[in-house]
């Protein structure tokens, strides 16, 4: 089974920047779509961007602009550099992963808290 660590959240002040790494282990089959969510109580879990194998991105409206999702395929690890951090930001971010074979994976998400 893959495994998937999403590290790099915290505290920062509003305009700040964070930067996002999940990197996913274990896997037998190769890595294709990744990409980073977010939820907060009582709201359904939404995309934040997502990054194909090839490059290809796509971002929520709500934060393109000042979001960047890379990976680097050598390592199976994903970023998300996100910049201009607004209080709203405030989430739980999560990693998800999913192998060429089609099997999804989720980390166990790291906490973005933006203070006004």
């Known amino acids: 089974q893959v495994q998937v660590v999403e590290s790099g959240g915290g505290l920062v002040q509003a305009g700040g920047s964070l930067r996002l790494s999940c990197a996913a282990s274990?896997?037998?089959?190769?890595?294709?779509?990744m990409g980073w969510y977010r939820q907060v109580p009582g709201k359904q879990r939404e995309l934040v961007a997502v990054?194909?194998?090839?490059?290809?991105?796509a971002y929520a409206n709500s934060i393109k602009g000042r979001f960047t999702i890379s990976r680097d395929n050598a390592k199976n690890t994903v970023y998300l550099q996100m910049n201009s951090l607004k209080p709203e930001d405030t989430d739980m971010y999560y990693c998800?992963?999913?192998?060429?074979?089609?099997?999804?994976?989720w980390g166990q998400g790291t906490q973005v808290t933006v203070s006004s």
């Open positions: 990054i194909s194998r090839g490059g290809g991105t």
């Open positions: 274990g896997s037998s089959s190769g890595i294709n779509v």
């Open positions: 998800k992963v999913t192998t060429l074979t089609r099997e999804e994976y």
